[in-house]
């Protein structure tokens, strides 16, 4: 149902524009994980139906599956309040930020941080599987023995639901919603976490790997990566002084350090060519 509710939003049936043709096109970036075509056009019609799904209840609809056990299910109710989100759409996180401003909103916030944790520890895990597969390879090689020529496992694929997540807070927080401070502070609840921490020791965990990944273009870690500055970015966006105070404890900028020191920046051959056109030697 979730994956169905998400599906009409990127095919708005009802919307004048949305012919056969255009529907394809949407139907393409579905299954692919794109945004909506209609929501970079900001295309009015993919607005009010943002905003007819939310009255109508899918914002309740997702913090309701939040609380599942189910990990596919979790998954699909992030990816539909991305959707949900898309673009910043106000009214959307007025209702999202009313549910969650309440006391109630405790299983909601502990489940986003039971799948940091295990985000974390999946990665972990899959770093250990790596290892131990590239030792076996290196000795099978050792001892003569041909290789089945089976590639080692990707990292990224323990991150999906990590990505999909920080995609979600990222749109909580655009256009300088109180959503902002709610993702840093849940005043009303028994136990108050603290995401813009949580999302910076994420990006600890993953900054050993940054390197091996680009080289291996595994884009799903990369873009793990950038999409979590991306959200503490539009956490401190306003400026929300309280969440810079915070953000700029956490580390976050010894690990900017820490990212830039691992990049070579190199010419490209064409600049390299262009800056010496007559072949002079450079001392």
Same mark, same amino acid.
């Given at each position: 149902?979730?994956?169905?509710?998400?599906?009409?939003?990127?095919?708005?049936?009802?919307?004048?524009?949305?012919?056969?043709?255009?529907?394809?096109?949407?139907?393409?970036?579905?299954?692919?994980?794109?945004?909506?075509?209609? $929501?970079?056009?900001?295309?009015?019609?993919? /607005?009010? #139906?943002?905003?007819?799904?939310?009255? =109508?209840? @899918?914002?309740?609809?997702?913090?309701?599956?939040?609380?599942?056990?189910?990990?596919?299910?979790?998954?699909?109710?992030?990816?539909?309040?991305?959707?949900?989100?898309?673009?910043?759409?106000?009214?959307?996180?007025?209702?999202?930020?009313?549910?969650?401003?309440?006391?109630?909103?405790?299983?909601?916030?502990?489940?986003?941080?039971?799948?940091?944790?295990?985000?974390?520890?999946?990665?972990?895990?899959?770093?250990?599987?790596?290892?131990?597969?590239?030792?076996?390879?290196?000795?099978?090689? $050792?001892?003569?023995?041909?290789?089945?020529? /089976?590639? #080692?496992?990707?990292?990224?694929?323990? =991150?999906? @639901?990590?990505?999909?997540?920080?995609?979600?807070?990222?749109?909580?927080?655009?256009?300088?919603?109180?959503?902002?401070?709610?993702?840093?502070?849940?005043?009303?609840?028994?136990?108050?976490?603290?995401?813009?921490?949580?999302?910076?020791?994420?990006l600890v965990a993953l900054e050993p790997e940054l390197t091996v990944a680009i080289q291996d273009v595994d884009v799903v870690v990369v873009e793990g990566a950038i999409r979590g500055f991306l959200m503490l970015s539009d956490a401190m966006r306003g400026p929300n002084h309280?969440?810079?105070?915070?953000?700029?404890?956490?580390?976050?900028?010894? #690990?900017?350090?820490?990212?830039?020191?691992?990049?070579?920046?190199?010419?490209?051959?064409?600049?390299?060519?262009?800056?010496?056109?007559?072949?002079?030697?450079?001392?």
């Amino acid at each position: 149902g979730l994956k169905v509710v998400r599906a009409i939003l990127y095919l708005m049936p009802d919307a004048p524009e949305s012919t056969p043709e255009r529907q394809e096109v949407e139907y393409a970036r579905l299954l692919n994980n794109q945004p909506p075509l209609a $929501a970079e056009k900001e295309s009015k019609h993919f /607005a009010q #139906l943002q905003i007819r799904l939310a009255k =109508l209840g @899918c914002i309740d609809l997702v913090v309701a599956c939040m609380s599942s056990e189910n990990s596919d299910i979790i998954l699909a109710a992030v990816m539909l309040s991305v959707t949900l989100l898309e673009g910043g759409c106000r009214p959307a996180q007025d209702m999202l930020g009313n549910v969650l401003s309440q006391s109630t909103s405790q299983p909601f916030f502990q489940q986003i941080h039971q799948v940091l944790e295990d985000s974390v520890a999946a990665l972990k895990t899959q770093k250990r599987k790596i290892k131990q597969a590239a030792a076996e390879r290196d000795a099978n090689k $050792a001892a003569g023995i041909a290789s089945t020529g /089976a590639e #080692l496992p990707s990292l990224g694929g323990s =991150l999906l @639901c990590m990505t999909e997540l920080i995609k979600m807070m990222r749109r909580m927080c655009m256009g300088q919603h109180m959503l902002q401070d709610i993702l840093r502070n849940q005043k009303l609840n028994q136990i108050s976490i603290n995401f813009l921490e949580e999302v910076v020791k994420y990006l600890v965990a993953l900054e050993p790997e940054l390197t091996v990944a680009i080289q291996d273009v595994d884009v799903v870690v990369v873009e793990g990566a950038i999409r979590g500055f991306l959200m503490l970015s539009d956490a401190m966006r306003g400026p929300n002084h309280l969440n810079q105070k915070h953000v700029a404890q956490t580390g976050l900028m010894d #690990l900017g350090d820490r990212i830039f020191g691992k990049i070579h920046f190199e010419e490209p051959p064409s600049e390299k060519k262009d800056a010496n056109p007559e072949g002079r030697k450079v001392a």
